[in-house]
């Protein structure tokens, strides 16, 4: 782990192309816990960990109720939950009214209001939102995420936020000249991103895997 090996169940993809730069990826539907603290990137991202990890018991007895959230009957006993690979992160930035697993973050440099992280659940293990253990604290929420299709260009060294809005520019740049896709924007349109981390803090910086994800979609579609 310390030199950038991951271990951990990772979601499913199938690689649609591969660019210099970057790889389309389509990813099934996925399962993730999610916990939203305020500030850039940078700030309340251990917090946001801490949360999460409490929910799948990382530290030690699972912070949830286990059995389905769909079934009247919870067992009412605590669930351990495997890590997964990779932790996501997305930006929320307030422009005027608009918002934007990280989602579309302001790409020309707008400070972020809030930000979400996320856990991948186990897709081995649960299938949708309905099938995992209840959240004792109020703050991390489970949902489903539905199948999408995410280009993906990776990256090196400590996830920071700088380093993932230069990497997100450069995949944009990228995408202008895709003939067969094009990015998702909002309503204000600024692209739909997240980025993803591998590693745990203690990997060594240039051994760590980190990727910034952008919402496409077939430009015939558009």
Not at 132 to 149: E, N
Not at 193 to 212: D, H, I
Request: one cysteine or more; aromatic letters at 8%.
């Amino acid at each position: 782990m310390v030199f950038g090996r991951v271990t951990e169940e990772m979601p499913a993809y199938q690689l649609l192309k591969e660019a210099p730069g970057f790889q389309v990826r389509a990813y099934a539907a996925l399962v993730v816990a999610e916990t939203h603290v305020s500030g850039v990137m940078d700030d309340g991202r251990s917090d946001a960990f801490k949360r999460l990890a409490r929910y799948i018991g990382v530290f030690g007895e699972a912070n949830n109720r286990g059995g389905h959230a769909s079934s009247a009957s919870l067992t009412g006993e605590p669930e351990k939950i495997a890590m997964t690979a990779p932790v996501l992160m997305r930006p929320e930035v307030i422009a005027m009214t608009a918002p934007v697993l990280m989602q579309a973050g302001d790409a020309h440099g707008a400070a972020a209001a809030s930000q979400t992280m996320s856990f991948v659940l186990p897709a081995s293990k649960y299938k949708c939102a309905a099938e995992c253990p209840v959240p004792t604290d109020d703050s991390v929420a489970i949902k489903d995420v539905s199948a999408c299709t995410w280009a993906v260009r990776t990256f090196s060294w400590n996830m920071k936020d700088a380093s993932c809005r230069e990497n997100l520019e450069l995949l944009l740049g990228d995408l202008q000249h895709e003939k067969d896709w094009v990015v998702v924007t909002d309503s204000t349109g600024k692209p739909s991103w997240r980025a993803a981390g591998y590693n745990p803090p203690f990997a060594l910086p240039w051994c760590k895997t980190n990727e910034v994800m952008v919402d496409i979609v077939p430009r015939s579609k558009q």
